[in-house]
């Protein structure tokens, strides 16, 4: 497409967003909570001929040379699916915060003020590579009485379309506008270039993918970004801990699954139970094929693990996000130098302590500069479904606006609302 067919093309979604919008935010709760349960039933009845769809895209991933990672984001599962549809049900479920009114107190003047939680508008959603995220943004949107206008990975192409039609299919059975959730129809790069750059029609935009993907819209936007950059999620052994529970949260992880961000890369073990810790995992690694990248401590006390693939870990590799079977070790003294080994190489995603220290737990909650800090569980819970919001449009970084698991209410505004009876002011 040439630029200026593309400036046409995302103008004009872009004014359907904002007309859509206006439905959207004077619809009732229960029509919007039907569309969710009817894009879940949609979903589960829909399931072979996403899985279709998704076997495209996978083969072209496969023959275009996607490492391992990718295309395991990419892939659809009839549990993927399933994980899709509950999470439109529990939105469903859940108490509609739009048109709250919170806060609510009474002036010396008579006047009565408080604040109302009301849509944010138009959100943009920019993604790669899991077209999941199609129905968690969109879900999400609808619960939220916002519209959005969604642009996959190239690589998603056929299931984004799928899961796209099966979207607008529920919102016109609930009577709500099809343009409330639109997919970007081509994988023109100008196309992001335009949304981003488009405050009269789009008010806050959400990048979901790699590193680079994030760093240039964050550069390039002319509207508000939520955002985080990477996920070096660290898991720290403290000294006291449960050994046993220590091993199964640790393994967990890491290991339960690779590729998202909530995935463990970096193991911090107090020096106090490294020499009872660190070859028990290591085991666990090792019969996983876990690759180790250690400092000279951890290293010397690795060794003798049978089969495990030890490296000498850089100063990179303290900041690594590696979405892979690798993860770097460290031995720490203990509780303080842990919390300022991750405020220094951590990326204030998800940090966890795995502890018997009350006061060592709750330091490590105050002191941890993390959107989200756990104690004896593991990092791969930061997710807004496993949080109950249902679903999450992404995981944020910053400290304005929304931190962690962005669900509903971070797709939501507060604006002050007065209530009078006729008084003025002296």
Known sequence: MSNADVTELMTTLGRQARAAAREMARASTAARNAALRALAATLRAQTDALLQANALDVARAREAGLNDPMVDRLTLTPKVIETCAQGCEQLAAMPDLIGEIIGLQQQPSGIRVGQMRVPIGVFGMIYESRPNVTIEAASLSIKSANACILRGGSEALESNRA??????????????????VQLVPTTDREAVGRLIAMPEYVDVIIPRGGKGLIERISREAKVPVIKHLDGNCHTYVDDPCDLDMAVRVTDNAKTQKYSPCNATESLLVARGVAAAF??????????KGVEMRCCPEAKAILKDVPGAVLKDASEQDWFEEYLAPIISVKVVAGLDEAIDWINRYGSHHT????????????RFLREVDSSSVMVNASTRFADGFEYGL?????IS?????????????GLTSLKYVVLGEGEVRG
């Open 390 to 394: 249902g679903a999450e449009i992404g």
């Open 163 to 180: 899961l796209a039609a099966l979207v607008q299919q529920a919102l016109q059975q609930a009577g709500l506008p099809r343009e409330a």
């Open 351 to 362: 940090d966890a302590i795995l502890t018997t220290d009350h006061r060592h737990a709750q």
């Open 278 to 287: 660190l070859p028990r995992i290591g085991a666990v690694f090792a019969a």
């Open 397 to 409: 970084t910053d400290k304005f606006h929304a931190r962690g698991p962005v669900g509903v209410a």
